[in-house]
C-alpha cells in the first residue's frame, strides 16, 4: 500500500511490519531522494491515506493463535511537530475471522479513503473478513 502526504512525500507498507517513506528530490533538482523507515510495528497496510494531516492505515492481522492480531484501522500522526510520525491510535478493529478466510489477505480489508464530507472515511473490503457491525451480517445473509 502506499499513499502521498500533503507534502508531496510517498509513504509505503511492506506486508510485514514496516512502514516507509521517501522524500524526492526538490522539483527541478537531481538526486535520489530519501527513504527512511517510519516504523517497524505500523506496516502491515493493505490501504492508506493521507487525510487532515494524519495517515491512515489499514493493517492486515494475523489470524494464527499464537500471533493473534485483528485487522484495524490506524490514525498514524505527528504529535511533536517534528515533521515525524510517533504516535498511533488504533480507530477500529474487525472481528475475529475464523476457518478458511482466516488468512486470506488479499480478500480482505483494503483500500481507505476520505469520505465527501471531509469528516467520515470510507474502506473497500473483500469477502474473507470479519463485518463490522450486525446490521451487515443480517444485510450480508438476505438474497
Not at 517513506?21 to 516504523?39: L, Q
Not at 485483528?70 to 510520525?85: A, C, F, H, N
Not at 465527501?116 to 463485518?131: A, E, F, Q, T
Request: glycine fraction near 10%.
Amino acid at each position: 500500500a502506499m499513499c502521498f502526504d500533503d507534502k508531496g512525500r510517498l509513504y509505503a507498507s511492506e506486508q510485514g511490519p514496516r512502514l516507509f517513506r521517501f522524500t524526492p528530490p526538490a522539483p527541478g533538482k537531481a538526486g535520489e531522494g530519501a527513504v527512511e523507515v517510519v516504523s517497524d510495528q505500523w506496516g502491515y497496510a493493505q490501504g492508506m491515506a493521507f487525510i487532515n494531516g494524519a495517515l491512515y492505515l489499514v493493517q492486515h492481522g494475523d489470524h494464527s493463535e499464537k500471533n493473534l492480531r485483528l485487522e484495524s484501522i490506524l490514525r498514524v500522526k505527528d504529535t511533536d511537530g517534528d515533521d515525524r510520525p510517533d504516535a498511533a491510535e488504533k480507530l477500529f478493529e474487525f472481528p475475529r475471522v475464523t476457518g478458511d478466510a482466516a488468512n486470506w489477505y488479499e480478500h480482505n480489508v483494503h483500500a481507505i479513503t476520505a469520505g465527501p464530507d471531509g469528516k467520515s472515511i470510507y474502506v473497500v473490503s473483500g469477502d474473507r473478513n470479519g463485518l463490522p457491525c450486525a446490521m451487515a451480517a443480517t444485510e450480508a445473509l438476505e438474497p
